[in-house]
């Protein structure tokens, strides 16, 4: 197996926030998860699959998602994923530090240019 | 009009039996059952052959409830369908599709092992324990109660079928045997008939708390039931080897420390899959045991009564035997009022009424404590209860020096740590002539039972 890439290791730590963000809007089911925040970011990135599902469950078993076996309009049942009351405070908050962490990496990286 | 009764409550207790039992087992095996392909319960037939071979590779590092399993494994397969056909739809043929899809999802091992992380945590472990200790209690309930109810099924078809159907051929087969005898009065026998529901009541426990413990915690029945196994068989080992004080025998110990084995055996034995039990064979079983108990029963207790009275038993060679103790005082014709309270376990107290005038005559008076066997010269069958000493001891158990009031004369032993279970209690002193003697013809006899744990059984002396 290869070194990671540099955008898979910076959005190692994003998946929680983009998963709860995505369902703010509504339920979903992975593979559309996946899909939406292909999506929202203009197909600039989207969550490795193989890191997608480990994050739904384990914010499922945290309280933050709540998923339902559901029958599909085409094809069979699947999971569907909402966000919790729970998840939308953690999403906040994800929000609250990605907001604070993006700023501090901004001005890290423009402090050559202004000197 | 008894055996009617009877057979009425053992008619209600069948159904009460058999609903018990589906109902521990609906109830402990919670969750649908994980998929088959070969039942179809989750359709993979239509995702390609290494799909279906990455799935299984992923299931199988899961180490998960089945139930659990089986969400996981449809989830992968809805997502795997919908990204070959989304990446077919790009212009790749189905099989490099299918490679692109299952590379998106990366190696099964690191899949796997992500989806534990996710769901087996230290607090889903906790909960799983107390949730696992909360079922093994409830289990022990269901198993107890269970228990009781089949062996009171099984001693009311063992009476039914000593008393009215098979008496005699049972006799008859019971008279052939070589003749045993068990004390019916004995109190491990209590301890034998509870231990042996206890180790029932253990296994259903034990299975019930394994598998609530599996499904709280999100591991794998077969990875937690030898750690849940061996720590609540560890547990009752000890309990039952330094804690738990009965009435013991060597039959009783035996079934004790079956329970901690009993315990390990329902978390283990196919904690995973449940076991189907082949219900001809248990009552088949059923029966088997419930004539081997007859016939016991009936060669313990005897086939037939006797008209043997005391009278009629000439006991001369008995008292003979006595004067390895010591020789009679043939003058004494003492009053006993010895008395043996068994049930709490074998202290013997003993009181003699001896003429005090005739005690002055004597000194150091003291009542020994021989060990007795039954009498080989009583009649058949020893209805009478008499006892000879021990011939394979040359001394008294015990010795103890009899306290006088008036012409009252006492003594108690503490028979509880001994395993031997009759004994003979003799008063003797020194006479005249400076020999001992003893003060009566007969000893009062006493049964006990060993009352202690199984460590004490098993460090006693006999």
Request: charged content about 20%.
């Amino acid at each position: 197996m290869g070194k990671p890439s540099v955008r898979t290791q910076l959005l190692k730590g994003t998946t929680p926030l983009l998963v709860l963000t995505v369902l703010r809007d509504g339920e979903l089911y992975g593979y559309e998860i996946a899909q939406r925040i292909r999506e929202r970011s203009g197909g600039a990135f989207a969550p490795s699959e193989g890191a997608l599902y480990p994050a739904l469950h384990a914010l499922e078993a945290e309280g933050a998602l709540q998923a339902d076996w559901r029958e599909s309009d085409r094809g069979p049942r699947r999971r569907y994923y909402c966000i919790t009351p729970h998840g939308g405070a953690l999403l906040a908050e994800h929000e609250r530090a990605w907001a604070e962490f993006s700023i501090g990496v901004g001005r890290t990286l423009g402090e050559p240019g202004r000197g | 009009m008894g055996s009617l009764l009877l057979a009425m409550v053992a008619g209600l207790a069948i159904p009460v039996l058999y609903r018990l039992y589906r109902h521990v087992r609906t109830t402990a095996q919670a969750g649908p059952p994980f998929p088959d392909s070969e039942t179809n319960d989750v359709s993979d037939k239509d995702l390609p052959d290494k799909a279906r071979v990455y799935l299984t590779a992923v299931d199988a590092r899961l180490e998960m409830p089945d139930w659990l399993r089986a969400d996981i494994y449809t989830e992968l397969s809805d997502h795997l369908r919908d990204s070959i056909a989304a990446i077919e739809s790009e212009g790749l043929d189905a099989d490099r599709a299918a490679g692109e899809a299952l590379a998106r999802l990366g190696s099964p091992e690191d899949l796997a092992s992500q989806m534990r992380r996710a769901h087996q945590t230290p607090r889903r472990l906790l909960a799983g324990a107390a949730g696992g200790i909360i079922q093994t209690g409830v289990g022990f309930i269901y198993g107890l109660f269970a228990a009781s109810l089949l062996g009171v099924l099984v001693a009311i078809f063992a009476t039914l079928l000593v008393t009215s159907l098979m008496k005699a051929p049972i006799g008859f087969v019971a008279g052939l045997l070589p003749s045993f005898s068990t004390d019916s009065t004995d109190l491990a026998t209590n301890s034998v008939v509870t231990d042996l529901l206890l180790c029932v009541a253990a296994a259903i426990a034990a299975r019930r708390g394994a598998q609530a413990f599996a499904d709280s915690s999100r591991r794998a029945p077969s990875r937690v039931a030898p750690f849940w196994g061996i720590a609540g068989a560890a547990i009752l080992a000890l309990l039952a080897l330094f804690v738990v004080d009965a009435q013991q025998s060597w039959l009783s110990v035996f079934v004790e420390l079956m329970i901690p084995v009993a315990f390990a055996a329902g978390a283990l034995v196919r904690v995973d899959r449940g076991i189907a039990l082949p219900w001809g064979r248990v009552a088949l079983a059923g029966v088997v045991i419930s004539i081997v108990g007859g016939v016991g029963f009936i060669g313990a207790t005897g086939v037939s009564s006797s008209n043997v009275t005391a009278e009629a038993v000439e006991i001369t060679p008995l008292l003979a035997q006595f004067d390895r103790v010591a020789p009679w005082w043939q003058e004494t014709r003492p009053t006993f009022e010895g008395s043996a309270s068994a049930c709490c376990g074998g202290e013997a107290h003993e009181s003699v009424t001896l003429d005090g005038a005739f005690l002055s005559s004597f000194h150091d008076i003291r009542f020994e404590l021989w060990r007795a066997v039954p009498w080989p010269g009583a009649p058949a069958g020893n209805e009478l209860g008499l006892y000879t000493v021990d011939e394979s001891y040359a001394a008294p158990i015990r010795i103890a020096p009899a306290q006088r009031a008036d012409g009252t004369l006492t003594a108690s032993f503490d028979l509880r740590r001994y395993r031997s279970n009759h004994w003979l209690i003799f008063l003797t002193a020194t006479g005249p002539d400076g020999r001992r003697y003893r003060l009566s013809g007969m000893p009062d006899d006493f049964h006990s039972s060993f009352s202690g744990t199984v460590w004490d059984w098993l460090t006693a002396s006999d």
